[in-house]
């Protein structure tokens, strides 16, 4: 069965610094994979995916993550952060199960953001 | 304008009461997904649906019922409401197998 582990539920960051989000994941089949953002009272937002190819995959505002097969992870970066990042992040990993890709979500990382 | 509608977007009812979610899409998704969102467990899938009257269970089904009569709506019911079931609760679609999921802006239900 597919798991998803968020290592860190929230992550107090000032801003402009660098961030990591982390995020490590169970799987006995190729995956896909994703990060996810929440601002408040909205849905989630796609950031960015991995579906094959490049291990360093760029997503929207300046977010960054890189698939590490060997180390089963997915850690989200940014070099700067903005006032305006302060939402929840989730990782979410995509694998066939039952005959239809399951989208399973980790439990979310709360990234606050301060002056 | 296109996209994934849920409504209402507060509810607030009565342990025991029947309640139905709203999930309207435009985009003609294949497929449509219900999951809850509650704190410290991130999104758990409650149901899914591949197609036009075709739907199976995800990880929380007990206590719901969804139907799938036309593609773009995926109701979602609480037959007797119980405050375990409170939560906010999203509506996702996507196109196909790998893409990714479009969500809704979730509805939050408080049951007293």
């Known amino acids: 069965a597919q798991s998803v582990t968020q290592l860190d539920s929230q992550v107090p960051v000032f801003e402009e610094a660098p961030v990591e989000l982390r995020c490590n994941y169970s799987?006995?089949?190729?995956?896909?994979l994703f990060w996810y953002v929440q601002y408040p009272n909205q849905g989630l937002q796609l950031l960015l995916k991995?579906?094959?190819?490049?291990?360093l995959v760029k997503g929207i505002n300046g977010f960054e993550a890189e698939f590490n097969k060997s180390q089963t992870s997915f850690h989200l970066r940014k070099p700067s952060v903005h006032i305006s990042d302060t939402a929840e992040y989730f990782c979410?990993?995509?694998?066939?199960?039952?005959?239809?890709?399951?989208?399973?979500f980790g439990a979310g990382t709360r990234l606050a953001v301060h002056p | 304008d296109a996209g994934i509608t849920q409504s209402p977007r507060y509810k607030i009812t009565e342990t025991g009461r029947q309640v139905t979610l709203m999930c309207h899409q435009t985009?003609?998704?294949?497929?449509m997904f219900w999951y809850r969102q509650d704190l410290g467990h991130g999104l758990r899938l409650i149901y899914y649906?591949?197609?036009?009257?075709?739907?199976d269970k995800g990880e929380v089904p007990d206590g719901y019922v969804v139907s799938r009569s036309k593609t773009e709506n995926f109701p979602l019911t609480l037959e007797s409401a119980t405050r375990s079931q409170t939560s906010v609760y999203f509506c996702?679609?996507?196109?196909?197998?790998?893409?990714?999921?479009?969500f809704g802006n979730g509805t939050r239900l408080t049951v007293t």
């Open positions: 799987s006995s089949v190729s995956v896909y």
């Open positions: 985009w003609s998704h294949s497929y």
């Open positions: 996702a679609s996507r196109v196909e197998g790998d893409s990714p999921l479009h």
């Open positions: 979410a990993v995509s694998a066939l199960s039952g005959g239809y890709n399951k989208l399973i």
């Open positions: 649906s591949a197609a036009a009257d075709i739907t």
């Open positions: 991995y579906l094959s190819g490049s291990t």
